[in-house]
């Protein structure tokens, strides 16, 4: 599974989002994506984003064989960073 947050720079949207926090499932292909408005939704979308795995393992199951969530990989620039410089 990887993640990024990508800012949605050249687009307005109608509710105000300027951010997608966005999952992909490497084997299947799927994605996952949580709009935010601020980066301090991130926690948010990725607690909304813990029950995706469970709605798209029988379609998983069904072409490829019972997997499991290994890890999830993120880029390691700015954007994730806190004001102090912490993931």
Known sequence: MQGDIFDAEDV?????????LVFIDVLTGSVYQYFMVSKSEALNGF?????????????????WAPISLACIAFDRDGALTTTYGDM
Request: no cysteine; charged share 30%.
């Open 47 to 63: 607690k909304a984003f813990e029950s995706w795995p469970a709605l798209i393992s029988p379609e998983v199951e069904a072409k």
């Open 12 to 20: 307005d949207s109608r509710n105000g989002f300027k951010y997608v």
